[in-house]
């Protein structure tokens, strides 16, 4: 079989939308118009097709497709460019032939020219992720508890405020200020342009409708909020005599603790709710600690994002760092982007803000490990020293010590929104 790996055409993303439709099992919507296809423009993709066959349509036949999205996230208090893969998938008489492995190493080549030193994805089987040098970068913690069961520990807020209800359009802007701010000094989280916002999380559309309409509950004044939370309710969701309906949040964000227990509190008052779940929040969210009886929270812990190394060397040097430290660090093995492999100085200076300074040296390592490894110490989440333990990191006590400190993150690494 003769394969052209290349971006589809206007014309073939019908092909994508099906393969996607296919591929995961209608999750993205059914038929070649679905939101894999409509949200995704043809130079973001890059397909296998075969030269041998053709659609019902008469184009050439899509036997792998694949698409980066140009994101841009939070490093640890600092902006990078990112590569979101995603509507990647095969059509079954062509698996096992390695064309995603071509795709993937042409990708991470041009991501590597555009300036995507970080590539990420939500991974639908970990086993096909790994082998490309993918590890997991975040996690999700699931929250689902009764309103009655809503009962927050110590003292009163010290600053009282205001929760009130709106409809999303009339205070997008106010919360999309507020989620800048939260952001901030995060980890993994999106730079949210407006359509993100509009076509994800307040979409009311799609798989999302039978949730029910979308509400934004804020927390101080519309002109300048301290927190958000975005929400859906539907009644017949719950099997419960007298709390028959399910608030679904879909997004939390906070500038002080008092507007984190504004908000819960303002759940608490939803009588008739039997179940406010929230099937995204950070690991470090501080819920938990706020409940007088956590347990009731339900807590469970995912996976989420993985992340993979693209340009070890640019990557480096665009993470925020909070200390002044100098780390040689040896990376063999990646024969998909072997320019990441070398020996890299990376040397930076205290501020997340400041800029770090990364060189190829002929030092001695002080720690060393695989891309893949890597990706998991880049993200902050594993240390230095869980990596090692598990045998997946090698250095001097000095050299794990100072990667511990140096790839330590503020918050943990966390993104919101599924791609």
Not at 283 to 297: F, T, V, Y
Not at 314 to 343: C, F, S
Request: net charge negative; charged share 20%; aromatic share 10%.
């Amino acid at each position: 079989m003769d394969f052209d790996i290349r971006p589809a055409q206007a014309e073939e993303m019908g092909q994508l939308g099906l393969m996607a439709s296919y591929s995961y099992g209608g999750a993205f919507g059914d038929g070649e118009d679905n939101i894999a296809a409509a949200g995704t423009k043809p130079e973001w993709t890059l397909c296998a097709f075969d030269r041998s066959a053709q659609d019902e349509n008469g184009h050439p036949l899509m036997a792998t497709s694949y698409a980066a999205f140009p994101f841009t996230i939070r490093a640890n208090g600092r902006a990078m460019a990112m590569a979101g893969i995603s509507v990647v998938g095969t059509r079954p008489e062509y698996r096992r032939l390695g064309l995603l492995r071509q795709i993937m190493t042409r990708a991470f080549a041009q991501q590597r020219e555009r300036g995507q030193s970080v590539a990420g994805l939500w991974a639908s089987q970990a086993a096909i992720y790994q082998r490309y040098g993918f590890a997991p970068s975040g996690m999700n913690r699931q929250y689902a508890i009764d309103t009655a069961d809503i009962a927050l520990m110590g003292e009163p807020p010290a600053k009282t405020y205001t929760v009130s209800r709106h409809r999303p359009a009339a205070v997008l802007d106010a919360i999309r200020e507020v989620y800048k701010t939260f952001i901030a000094k995060r980890t993994g989280y999106l730079h949210r342009g407006k359509s993100l916002w509009l076509n994800s999380v307040l979409a009311e559309e799609g798989s999302s409708a039978a949730d029910g309409p979308v509400y934004v509950a804020m927390v101080g004044p519309t002109e300048a909020p301290r927190g958000y939370a975005v929400y859906t309710l539907r009644a017949g969701q719950v099997q419960h005599a007298s709390r028959p309906q399910e608030i679904k949040i879909r997004d939390f964000a906070w500038l002080d603790m008092d507007a984190c227990k504004s908000l819960w509190q303002f759940f608490a008052k939803h009588d008739l709710v039997g179940r406010v779940s929230w099937a995204n929040a950070p690991l470090d969210d501080p819920a938990p600690s706020l409940m007088a009886e956590p347990r009731m929270l339900h807590t469970k812990d995912t996976e989420a994002t993985w992340w993979r190394i693209v340009d070890a060397a640019a990557a480096l040097a665009q993470r925020g760092y909070g200390h002044q430290e100098r780390l040689v660090l040896g990376i063999a093995g990646d024969d998909l982007a072997p320019w990441n492999n070398g020996t890299w100085c990376l040397e930076t200076t205290s501020g997340l803000a400041n800029d770090a300074q990364v060189n190829a040296v002929s030092d001695a390592p002080d720690v060393e490990l695989s891309v893949r490894a890597l990706a998991g110490l880049y993200s902050g989440m594993y240390s230095a020293r869980t990596l090692a333990n598990w045998g997946q990191l090698s250095g001097s006590e000095q050299g794990i010590a100072i990667a511990d400190r140096l790839f330590s993150t503020t918050f943990a690494p966390h993104c919101a929104d599924h791609y």
